[in-house]
């Protein structure tokens, strides 16, 4: 039964209290396990008041055929002895919360749909004699697509859709959630610290969440964990990797790790972007990192990576369900080939650019050094005259995120290449050609071109900065342009990276051209962006624009007023759109007064 309501972790309490059969699904990380553990924690709080309560991962209870196995196994890996509770386990004072009912067998596969659907039937069959046998409270959990339909996965459990509540897990968290998770479990180390908000890049799939609880410590601290995405990044695979050796010891993080390098790159490849990653890429995939193909452990390892997840319920191929992680492993990707060329890479046709998680991880990972500008630039020249065209895309846009003034590509041309976002933000550009690209965003806010430059033909979804064509920089050329958006309101000429004078100057002329009333009072036009801390500026940029004839100045009872010369108006619109593209002389003039 589905209700289509969020439920809390009290009301799934109270449900299996009255003796009610729940089934939480979710995709890997998506805080299944966390949530059976919150459970567990708050009915053993009580145990005089609270129906005795036993949690039962199992993963630990690989092809176990019986109840009695299941409950023999779990009392013996506690070291207690079961018999005497083996007596009365199907009382209905008693709670059961079975965690990965997709971890209990194995995995295998088969091209005929009816033997798969024996072979998860057969794989679950302890499972269904647990459940069916007790009379208390049931909560089951497991990933999405382990059985072809919810009707096939009451069969195998032995469940009625009437007697049966069915939950499926939110995909991420909100901001609040998260701010409220660290301020709860990496508390700041004083109130000047405490976050208010969160980065873009910050990952919201409880997937990362909950590796971040289960290794705060040790991944980052709040000084610097969300200004670096980088270190953030290294830290989380790092532990990803070694979660996963643990579980199956006869493997190590190294080969966990390059099995997930591999299978990323391959979706690079792909035009489904996330996927599909069939069986025989698992299996490759092993075999580059390993150097052998994967026996029976390996293939259940296999079949339950990370934040991988089958595709539909009706094909055994995989793929990425988690973009942060997907993204991450793309650029670790690169990095690892800056550390160690393989010029096999520049023979892949790419599909799919990073996004801005991958680029943001590779200028961070550049920022480290100053030496490996030169050696990216590099690499982006040799693959721009290679099959692999994304990749010098993907390194242009990472340096284009550095935090830097200028920018010499060194006479780099980039042609029928796919660029995600591109942003030349308060930055000088030199000796950069891209041609015949897709460019799905491109940020001209603030930037400036040599001549040098050239971006010609391209297909360009967005370009933020500039309000029409009539403003598009001459070094763009014969370029198709879907969007532009310009920086008009307040909050986003905040986000314009403009100078001092430059903010001054655009406060003022929102104020005395576009704001309602007659005219403004100069008290008003030396208040907010600033003005207040440098009323000398302020009152110079007033002055020019009485100068110039923007606006005129007449005596009120409380100071001066100043009102627009309407005949401006189309002149000050277009500097309030262009704003650091702008030509016109005003702004020239007021950017001046900030060097």
């Given amino acids: 039964m589905k209700t289509g309501k969020d439920l809390s972790i009290d009301e799934i309490i109270n449900l299996l209290k009255s003796g009610k059969k729940v089934i939480l699904k979710g995709d890997f990380g998506l805080g299944k396990s966390r949530c059976v553990k919150q459970i567990f924690d708050i009915l053993t709080q009580d145990v005089v008041r609270s129906p005795y309560t036993i949690a ?53 596969w088969s091209s005929d749909p009816r033997k798969m659907q024996h072979l998860r039937e057969i794989s679950v069959c302890a499972l269904k004699d647990l459940v ?73 799939r409880p997937i990362v969440i909950q590796l971040l609880l289960k290794y705060a410590s040790d991944i980052f601290t709040i000084d610097y964990a969300l200004e670096d995405i980088c270190s953030f990044w290294h830290a989380l695979l790092s532990k990803i990797c070694e979660r996963e050796a643990r579980i199956y010891p006869t493997l190590n993080p190294e080969i966990i790790k390059n099995v997930l390098l591999y299978l990323a790159d391959r979706t690079r490849s792909n035009s489904g972007n996330t996927g599909p990653i069939s069986q025989s890429d698992l299996s490759d995939a092993f075999e580059s990192a390993a150097g052998f193909r994967p026996n029976d452990e390996s293939s259940i390892m296999l079949q339950r990576l990370p934040s991988l997840g089958r595709i539909s319920a009706d094909s055994p191929d995989r793929q990425f369900l988690d973009s942060f992680i997907l993204n991450g492993l793309r650029a670790e990707n690169i990095i690892q080939l800056s550390k160690s060329w393989n010029s096999s890479m520049l023979n892949i046709a790419w599909k799919c650019p990073l996004d801005l998680t991958g680029l943001h991880i590779i200028s961070e990972y550049i920022k480290k050094d100053a030496k490996r500008i030169d050696l990216f630039i590099s690499i982006a020249r040799n693959a721009s005259s290679s099959e692999n065209k994304i990749l010098a895309s993907d390194i242009v846009s990472a340096l284009c995120l550095l935090d830097t003034e200028y920018i010499d590509f060194q006479d780099l041309f980039i042609t029928d290449a796919h660029f995600s976002y591109l942003s030349f933000e308060g930055k000088e550009i030199n000796r950069l050609s891209i ?87 100069e008290a008003a036009l030396l208040r907010g962006m600033g003005v207040s801390a440098n009323k000398p500026l302020g009152e110079r940029i007033l002055r020019k624009l009485m100068d110039e004839n923007f606006v005129t100045r007449h005596k009120g009872d409380e100071g001066y007023i100043y009102k627009a010369q309407r005949s401006q108006t189309g002149r000050v619109k277009k500097i309030m759109t262009d704003l650091t593209l702008s030509n016109d002389p005003l702004w020239k003039y007021i950017s001046s007064l900030s060097k």
């Avoid at 009392?75 to 079975?98: C, M, R, V, W």
């Avoid at 059985?147 to 069969?155: G, R």
């Avoid at 971006?455 to 500039?466: A, L, Q």
């Fill in 132 to 204: 069916g046998q007790v009379q208390g409270g049931v909560l089951i959990t497991g990933r999405e697509y382990y059985f072809n339909s919810d009707a096939e996965m009451l069969s195998s459990l032995g469940l009625s859709s009437s007697q049966t509540i069915l939950l499926e897990c939110h995909q991420e968290f909100t901001d609040t959630q998260l701010l409220k998770f660290i301020a709860q479990n990496i508390p700041a180390t004083d109130a000047e610290k405490a976050l208010s908000s969160l980065p873009a890049w910050f990952p919201k």
């Fill in 56 to 108: 039962i991962n199992l993963r630990e209870h690989w092809g176990a055929k019986r109840a009695l196995e299941i409950l023999n196994r779990h009392f013996s890996k506690l070291g207690l002895d079961a018999q005497n509770f083996i007596k009365t386990y199907e009382q209905p004072n008693t709670i059961y919360l079975l965690d990965g009912f997709d971890e209990i067998g194995t995995q295998s």
């Fill in 435 to 521: 041609s015949n690209s897709c460019i799905e965003r491109i940020n001209l806010t603030n930037s400036k071109f040599t001549d040098q430059v050239q971006i010609r033909d391209c297909i360009i979804s967005t370009i933020y900065g500039i309000s029409s064509i009539e403003s598009v920089p001459s070094q763009i050329i014969d370029c198709d342009i879907d969007n532009y958006e310009a920086l008009a309101t307040t909050t986003l000429i905040k986000r314009a990276n403009l100078s001092l004078s430059q903010k001054l100057l655009v406060d003022m002329l929102q104020k005395i051209f576009f704001q309602p009333g007659a005219g403004r009072k």
